[in-house]
Nanobody
Framework: QVQLVESGGGLVQAGGSLRLSCALS????????MAWFRQAPGKEREFVSA????????RYADSVKGRFTISKDNAKNTVYLQMNSLKPEDTAVYYC?????????????????WGQGTQVTVSS
C-alpha cells in the first residue's frame, strides 16, 4: 500500500512563503514520479508542478512558474513544494500525487496515489 502524507500548509499573507512536504511510504521512492495539484472551492483540481524522481526533471503550471519550486530528497522519500510570492489566488487544498507512469503528466488521471491534502490560505 502506497501512502502519501502531506504537511506544511497554513495561513500566510500575500507575498509570503510556505513549504509543503510530501512523504512517500515506499522504499522504492525513485520508481515514482510525483506531482502537486491544488483545488479551490468550486473549481476543478488543477496541476501545479511535477518531478521525476530518477532524473529530477521538473514541470510547472504557468500560473506558478518563477514563484514555486519542486524538489526531492531521495534519502527521506520526500518531495517538497517551496511556494514564494504567494497570492490570494493560490488559496486551495494542495494534494500530493504519485505515479509509476513515465514522464511529467499534468492530468489528475495520470496519478494513482494521492495524499489527503493540506490547506493553504493566502490573505490579501
Amino acid at each position: 500500500q502506497v501512502q502519501l502524507v502531506e504537511s506544511g500548509g497554513g495561513l500566510v499573507q500575500a507575498g509570503g512563503s510556505l513549504r509543503l512536504s510530501c512523504a512517500l511510504s515506499r522504499r522504492t521512492f525513485s520508481n515514482y514520479n510525483m506531482a502537486w495539484f491544488r483545488q479551490a472551492p468550486g473549481k476543478e483540481r488543477e496541476f501545479v508542478s511535477a518531478i521525476t524522481l530518477i532524473t529530477g526533471s521538473t514541470r510547472y503550471a504557468d500560473s506558478v512558474k518563477g514563484r514555486f519550486t519542486i524538489s526531492k530528497d531521495n534519502a527521506k522519500n520526500t518531495v517538497y513544494l517551496q511556494m514564494n510570492s504567494l497570492k490570494p489566488e493560490d488559496t486551495a487544498v494542495y494534494y500530493c500525487a504519485a505515479t509509476t507512469d513515465y514522464g511529467l503528466g499534468n492530468l489528475p488521471t495520470t496519478y494513482r496515489y494521492w495524499g489527503q491534502g493540506t490547506q493553504v490560505t493566502v490573505s490579501s
